[in-house]
């Protein structure tokens, strides 16, 4: 049914043979169905296919942005029903039931479902990835966080926990039910808010949960004192760790099946004061985008990060603090050179996805596989191009910098401000000038800025002082169109959902390679680039901030002001 669609798609023009072979590529490396992937790359528009799907299926669509499941409706389909047919019940008009539904022309669907309910079903197409999301809200198979909570009390008793007790003395004879029901909740619920951490801190008579939602900490709930002991011990188990052990960190991984999807968790245990505090990231490969035309580029940086990353030899830096995306694009940067042609090896610390076709190797301090031995062993590897997690020291630089000076294409990071201080850093970690300057080919910096809500967006004036602080003067709001968001369902109340690049791209011209031989400073470099046409994260923020992608508190909070 799917290529029936894809076919039908095509042969009305509505998308490229070019974008369905890119799609079908997405779709190898992260899954997904063909539609799916098709709306992720960008090669047709949610609404588009949406009404294609309407006229194809003489249906009429429905948007399920803003859908809230009704529980008594919800009820009527049983869950591994509404996920086998992929769909969900909307809303009930007398003995008729309105359901959102991925094919309308199943009649076998529409047939067992109208058996089952009792109700006249009445069809609705509904695209695949909003009614996804609508499944994981109706039908998130835990139970709602609240309903767990409100049921905790009266399932589960356990004895407050005593640092010198015995763990299974704290464990013992309770029934571990409720804690397994409400740590998959608590997975759960972060997966469908697209959280990337989830944090569980231990106060003296408190216990926080708190989820990193596009990088900002928000609380979510606090699960009663007393179930602290239980909690930690059965995320400990759960990720194969040592739970006698509270006196030293551990670090360890889940993997586990949440909302239909595979979820690796690297689970990280400390102890404080008040008990060990533990944080899980979420690698969720659905949340990945490794489009390079996806991830923000303003048009002529984009074309200077493409050339360069397309030369077969010498170094791309990319640079920023951490969780700034530097592994989303270095790995965007590996998807768009990794062809059968060449031989491409990774040395990464952890692996956060797996990708096809390249060849990824875990660094392991605790057994002597460093970045730099990594890097040697490559070398014997007859490699095309190498990705170096991380530039730490003179080791790592100056063998990645003799990789590059001998015909291989090496990718790697640093954590500096901006993209001329890279310079400065190499040669202060003991590479010499010429060895930068000669095996350098750009130096990318960047950030992440969150994108105002599309679901509650709503235009605005920016203040006199906010221009003033911003530089942004009468020419440059010619055509501007500022916005910030309300707060909605959709996200979480923020007034934000997603996130989107900022980035300042210098390429190595001859001016600036003469520069970093006369150890020349970051502050020169920096304005030689700007006088050759570099966009700095400022100057690139302002751009999204005109177009009404972000806010200029955004701006404000990730960007530094350029005054040399």
């Known amino acids: 049914m799917q290529d029936d669609i894809i076919q039908k798609l095509v042969d009305a023009h509505l998308i490229e043979e070019s974008a369905l072979v890119k799609a079908v590529q997405q779709q190898k490396n992260l899954g997904g169905t063909l539609a799916g992937n098709l709306v992720k790359i960008g090669a047709i528009s949610e609404e588009a296919l949406l009404e294609f799907l309407s006229r194809l299926y003489n249906v009429p669509y429905i948007d399920l942005k803003s859908f809230e499941p009704d529980p008594s409706l ?48 009445e069809p609705r197409v509904a695209s695949e990835t909003m009614l996804k999301r609508a499944l994981d809200r109706a039908y998130d198979s835990s139970g709602t966080m609240a309903d767990v909570m409100k049921n905790m009390e009266d399932e589960l008793s356990v004895v407050e926990e005593d640092d010198s007790a015995d763990v299974d003395n704290g464990l013992a004879g309770m029934d571990e039910a409720p804690i397994v029901k409400l740590v998959n909740s608590l997975i759960a619920d972060a997966v469908r808010k697209g959280a990337s951490d989830i944090h569980i801190e231990p106060y003296e008579k408190s216990m926080r949960v708190r989820f990193r939602i596009d990088g900002v900490m928000q609380e979510m709930m606090s699960p009663p004192f007393k179930f602290k002991a239980a909690i930690i011990s059965r995320l400990k188990i759960m990720a194969e760790l040592d739970i006698a052990e509270r006196r030293v960190p551990q670090d360890g991984r889940i993997k586990i099946k949440v909302l239909n999807r595979t979820i690796d968790l690297r689970v990280s245990s400390l102890p404080t004061i008040f008990g060990e505090k533990i944080v899980m990231r979420i690698l969720d490969k659905a949340n990945l985008n490794i489009d390079l035309e996806k991830l923000g580029f303003e048009p002529a940086s984009m074309r200077e990060f493409v050339s ?82 991380e530039i730490r020291d003179i080791d790592t630089g100056s063998i990645a910098v003799k990789a590059a000076l001998t015909g291989h294409l090496v990718l790697s990071t640093l954590h500096t401000n901006d993209a001329p201080s890279a310079i400065g850093r190499m040669i202060d970690m003991g590479v010499e000038p010429f060895l930068v300057a000669s095996s350098v080919n750009l130096v990318l910096a960047q950030r992440l800025v969150r994108r105002v809500c599309n679901g509650c967006k709503h235009e605005i004036e920016l203040s006199e002082e906010v221009r003033r602080e911003l530089q942004l003067y009468d020419e440059q709001l010619a055509g501007a169109h500022f916005f910030e968001g309300a707060g909605c369902v959709e996200c979480n109340n923020t007034g934000y959902r997603g996130r989107q690049g900022v980035y300042e791209v210098m390429p190595m011209t001859n001016k600036i390679r003469e520069l970093v031989l006369e150890r020349a400073s970051a502050a020169e470099i920096k304005k030689t680039a700007i006088d050759e046409g570099m966009l700095t994260l400022r100057r690139d923020g302002l751009e999204k901030l005109r177009r009404g992608m972000t806010s200029a508190e955004e701006i404000l909070k990730e960007t530094a002001s350029d005054k040399l």
Do not use: H
């Not at 047919?85 to 199943?106: C, E, H, I, Q, T």
């Not at 062809?339 to 956060?352: G, Q, R």
């Open 74 to 121: 919800t009820k009527l389909i049983p869950a591994d029903v509404a996920t086998k047919f992929m769909a969900v019940p909307v809303s009930r008009k007398g003995r008729r039931l309105v359901v959102a539904m991925a094919n309308p022309a199943n009649i076998f669907a529409i047939d067992d479902i109208k058996f089952i309910t009792g109700y006249e079903v």
């Open 308 to 389: 360069a990353i397309a030369n077969p030899y010498g170094m791309v830096l990319v640079t920023g603090p951490t969780g700034s995306g530097k592994t989303t694009t270095l790995y965007s940067a590996l998807s768009r050179v990794n062809t059968p042609e060449v031989n491409v090896m990774t040395a990464e610390d952890p692996v956060e996805y797996n990708l096809d076709g390249i060849n990824q190797v875990l660094v392991n301090d605790d057994v002597g596989l460093s970045f730099a031995a990594a890097l040697k062993a490559f070398l014997r590897q007859d490699p095309n191009i190498i990705m170096v997690g």
